[in-house]
């Protein structure tokens, strides 16, 4: 019951640890106090901010109308979800059409030369979404390819350390904004294709993702490789281990707590500055919606502009979530 109610805690959902133990017998009141604990306060909490958050909004007045309340928002978040079935479904009506016509054109002429022109439909907000996820994913693994072997090479060599770690005190405070010019500047420049593989807003944001989120994950790794206790790093060289097994065998099992906590705070940082950087290169994702409702001005801008914000802080509750729950299956330690 321990291990169930540790994973359960790293999910986020520890107050279903007292409801079990109520349903296998356990004595209730105590349960229950716990109950209230984990789950009764922070639905308090939640409902004293909703509360608060209805009753302030109207009574702040802006270019674009009052501020919107949790109801506005709600029926926002419902007007989207409808937008993108309406969307799902004229891309199948697009496609059976296609199917059709190719079909009758077939039984015309069964030698008759056929294709299938894509859907060219305005992406919905769930569509941004997934882009926004794709994009922050494909940065955040680049820069652990780059960190973790860099951060290694790092802790076990002092001189490497100190070579490198005046270049990381100076790029790792670059904001992205600064970064993003750049970025655009040497993909345009490099990436030129009549077909290429991946869209250039996509590897624009990818890599501003990866120049700004790969500092943590270096620093915590070199910090957990140095720190590594010096009789495993005697015992390697007593057994004259070859440098991949006593790399795979004594230093990234010894130091994946602190590598993990490193890899949750890139996340974090690549999450938040992927949204900066599509805002500001109008790039595809969560980011370019904010600001193309920005720019709408319409009554229900601000509304979608929160339902956008809310999504944001829930998608890095749920990423920093995910990063905890793979700390915990590979490591030995406990992680709140």
Request: one cysteine or more; hydrophobic letters at 50%.
């Given at each position: 019951?321990s291990?169930?109610?540790?994973?359960?805690?790293?999910?986020?959902v520890?107050?279903?640890?007292?409801?079990?133990?109520?349903a296998?017998?356990?004595?209730?009141q105590?349960?229950?106090?716990?109950?209230?604990?984990?789950?009764?306060?922070?639905?308090?909490?939640?409902?004293?901010?909703?509360?608060a958050?209805?009753?302030?909004?109207?009574?702040?007045?802006?270019?674009?109308?009052?501020?919107?309340?949790?109801?506005?928002?709600?029926?926002?978040?419902?007007?989207l979800?409808a937008?993108?079935?309406?969307?799902r479904?004229?891309?199948?009506?697009f496609?059976?059409?296609?199917e059709?016509?190719?079909a009758?054109?077939?039984?015309?002429d069964?030698?008759?030369?056929?294709?299938?022109?894509?859907?060219?439909?305005?992406?919905t907000?769930?569509?941004q979404?997934?882009?926004?996820?794709?994009?922050?994913?494909t940065?955040f693994?680049f820069?652990?390819?780059?960190?973790?072997?860099?951060?290694?090479v790092?802790?076990?060599?002092q001189?490497?350390?100190?070579?490198?770690?005046?270049?990381?005190?100076?790029?790792?405070?670059?904001?992205?904004l600064?970064?993003?010019p750049?970025?655009?500047?040497?993909?345009?420049?490099l990436?030129?294709?009549?077909?290429?593989?991946?869209?250039?807003?996509?590897?624009?944001s990818?890599?501003?993702?990866?120049?700004?989120?790969?500092?943590?994950?270096?620093?915590?790794?070199?910090?957990?490789?140095?720190?590594?206790?010096k009789?495993?790093?005697?015992?390697?060289?007593?057994?004259?281990?070859?440098?991949?097994t006593?790399?795979?065998?004594?230093?990234?099992?010894?130091?994946?707590?602190?590598?993990f906590?490193g890899?949750?705070?890139?996340?974090g940082?690549?999450?938040?500055?992927?949204?900066?950087?599509?805002?500001?290169?109008?790039n595809?994702?969560?980011?370019?919606?904010?600001?193309?409702?920005?720019?709408?001005?319409?009554?229900?801008?601000?509304?979608?502009?929160?339902?956008?914000?809310?999504t944001?802080?829930?998608?890095?509750?749920?990423?920093?979530?995910?990063m905890?729950?793979?700390?915990?299956?590979?490591?030995?330690?406990?992680t709140?």
């Amino acid at each position: 019951m321990s291990r169930v109610a540790g994973f359960l805690n790293i999910l986020g959902v520890g107050w279903l640890v007292p409801v079990m133990r109520i349903a296998a017998g356990e004595r209730a009141q105590p349960q229950l106090k716990e109950l209230w604990r984990t789950l009764g306060i922070p639905l308090a909490a939640i409902v004293l901010f909703l509360a608060a958050w209805g009753f302030l909004a109207p009574k702040v007045k802006t270019s674009l109308g009052t501020l919107p309340g949790p109801v506005e928002v709600w029926q926002q978040a419902q007007n989207l979800w409808a937008d993108h079935l309406a969307a799902r479904e004229k891309e199948r009506v697009f496609y059976e059409r296609q199917e059709k016509r190719n079909a009758d054109l077939l039984a015309r002429d069964p030698k008759a030369e056929v294709r299938i022109r894509p859907y060219t439909g305005a992406p919905t907000y769930l569509d941004q979404i997934l882009t926004s996820l794709e994009t922050v994913f494909t940065g955040f693994i680049f820069a652990t390819l780059v960190a973790v072997p860099l951060g290694v090479v790092c802790g076990l060599s002092q001189s490497v350390n100190t070579a490198v770690n005046p270049l990381v005190q100076i790029f790792k405070p670059v904001s992205p904004l600064a970064w993003l010019p750049l970025v655009t500047m040497v993909v345009s420049a490099l990436y030129v294709s009549n077909d290429p593989l991946f869209p250039k807003s996509f590897l624009i944001s990818a890599i501003t993702v990866t120049l700004c989120s790969l500092w943590p994950t270096l620093i915590n790794t070199a910090v957990g490789v140095a720190s590594i206790d010096k009789d495993l790093v005697n015992v390697g060289r007593v057994l004259r281990l070859p440098w991949y097994t006593k790399i795979v065998k004594i230093v990234l099992p010894s130091s994946l707590p602190l590598i993990f906590t490193g890899l949750r705070l890139s996340l974090g940082v690549g999450w938040m500055v992927l949204i900066a950087a599509e805002m500001l290169a109008q790039n595809p994702g969560l980011g370019k919606f904010v600001w193309d409702e920005f720019q709408n001005g319409s009554s229900a801008s601000l509304s979608r502009i929160m339902v956008a914000v809310l999504t944001i802080g829930i998608i890095g509750f749920l990423l920093d979530r995910v990063m905890m729950a793979l700390q915990a299956a590979f490591t030995y330690g406990t992680t709140r």
